[in-house]
């Protein structure tokens, strides 16, 4: 029989049977419980005229499984249909990157994420907490980094690209930032929902907010620095003292206090040496260090991250950049710069995010730029998502197994806000999760097909997407 209803992403096997449910508190109606007989990954739900059951191998299959009973009931009205369904994911990481520095956004804004999330079964958000333009955890100890570096006085209006002089600025001040209080709030309303938050505290560059605040953490401390206003890479690095040291232990022993998940993010991307070749304090710690090249002074800061996160019972997740300096041998590399890359980080022997910018960042054009809201450029359809291959290079089966999952980054420069934020993300956000769950494989034409009668469910959870073409 043909499926009375679109599910997205498709479950692995979907049985629709005649006849359907009557009943208006589906809900109350959904026995559930675990099954020691199925896999850790996998559930099975059953939908027949007397009832609904869902039982899965682990309390995480069972979030899958209520996220895929919340697609079938939304909008149901009162009669569902009946089915079985058997279902488990490829993939164990499958993300979503949210960018709150470049622009804050308010907690019930993250939350109205985490559901659109939810309802596709992706289960990581990766929460971008610190960068130059915006420092957004509060950390005890630490009151100007809200105070101060949570703050920039202005922002680039328009596109950051020809001569300095031609640009110009909105004037208003922007920022914001979470409390504790607030984060451990927002990861139980993730974890209810199957999701797990992992923080990201970018380090050593993309600090020029944490400098702002505290000159003593730069190489050059008796330089006061605002808070970035432009987009780009900034030179504005950490400095090599102890102080900075002890800053940074108690901000990841804080930020690892927060969020309960078993990694954290620690950045790594573009960082500039620029600072530390003209540094006398960085080149006396080079030779404490037995170092010989300014680059691997980067591996330093690595290392001593893993190892105050290792004391907290957490590994390190990093941009593909660490894999120019020494790395400790469980470090997850986010491989973003090319597809090419998982190759290399894999060859390694490391675990390996899929974050790739040529098909999986949600800042590029969803179509014709002269049509669309502004954007950092390059062009990423539904259609590429869908289709793409992630990894060009053929990988043995050994790297493979080393492929964690998927994730999309959302990068905020040009997203003011949470109604920007969700027509970026959607329904791009659709496809990544068919291709993170790894569903069975349909055509191009079949899965737009499927998507469009998909899309009134966003409606119903009040996301605001991209209309198909």
């Known amino acids: 029989m043909p499926d009375p209803i679109a599910l997205v992403p498709l479950p692995q096997s979907v049985v629709w049977s005649d006849g359907t449910w009557e009943t208006n508190d589906p809900w109350d109606g959904l026995s559930v419980g675990l099954n020691d007989a199925l896999p850790a990954t996998e559930y099975a739900l059953s939908i027949s005229p007397t009832g609904a059951s869902l039982t899965a191998g682990s309390e995480a299959a069972l979030a899958d499984g209520r996220n895929t009973f919340a697609q079938i009931v939304t909008g149901a009205n009162g009669a569902i249909p009946c089915v079985t369904i058997s279902d488990r994911p490829e993939h164990a990481w499958r993300g979503m990157h949210l960018d709150v520095s470049r622009h804050f956004l308010p907690v019930e804004e993250i939350e109205t994420l985490i559901d659109g999330l939810a309802l596709h079964r992706l289960n990581v958000l990766h929460l971008h907490l610190t960068d130059d333009q915006g420092w957004r955890v509060e950390i ?24 300095e002089e031609s640009w110009t600025f909105d004037g208003t001040r922007h920022g914001g930032f979470y409390t504790q209080e607030e984060l451990t709030g927002l990861v139980e309303y993730a974890r209810k929902r199957g999701i797990m938050i992992v923080p990201e505290i970018d380090l050593p560059g993309h600090m020029q907010a944490a400098i702002a605040a505290y000159p003593e953490l730069g190489n050059f401390p008796e330089q006061q620095l605002g808070v970035r206003e432009v987009w780009g890479i ?65 591996g330093r800061f690595t290392q001593f991250a893993a190892d105050v996160l290792a004391e907290k019972g957490k590994r390190i997740i990093a941009w593909d950049e660490v894999l120019e300096s020494h790395l400790p041998d469980d470090t997850v590399i986010m491989n973003w710069r090319h597809g090419n890359g998982v190759k290399d980080s894999t060859s390694r022997g490391f675990q390996t995010i899929i ?56 990068w905020t420069e040009y997203m003011p806000n949470a109604a920007q934020v969700q027509y970026m993300a959607f329904p791009r956000l659709c496809a990544l999760a068919e291709r993170a769950w790894g569903s069975p494989e349909q055509s191009w034409e079949e899965f737009e097909e499927r998507l469009r009668a998909h899309l009134p469910r966003l409606d119903a959870f009040g996301i605001r997407y991209r209309p198909l073409d």
């Open 355 to 410: 974050a790739n910018n040529e098909h999986l960042y949600f800042d590029h054009y969803q179509g014709d730029p002269a049509q669309e809201p502004l954007a950092i450029g390059g062009r990423t359809t539904l259609k590429d998502v869908y289709t793409a291959a992630f990894s060009p290079r053929k990988l043995e089966d050994a790297q493979e197994k080393l492929i964690l999952g998927l994730q999309g980054q959302i």
């Open 140 to 163: 005890k100890g630490y009151p100007r980094l809200t105070e101060v570096g949570a703050w920039r006085e202005q922002t680039l209006v328009g596109h950051m690209s020809g001569d």
């Open 234 to 298: 900034s030179d504005h690095v950490l400095g090599v003292s102890d102080e900075v040291f002890d800053f940074l232990r108690d901000v990841l022993t804080q930020v690892a206090d927060i969020f309960p998940a078993p990694y954290v993010h620690i950045g790594g991307d573009e960082c500039p040496r620029t600072e530390w070749e003209r540094s006398s304090a960085a080149r006396a710690r080079m030779n404490e260090w037995g170092l010989t090249r300014v680059s691997e002074i980067q």
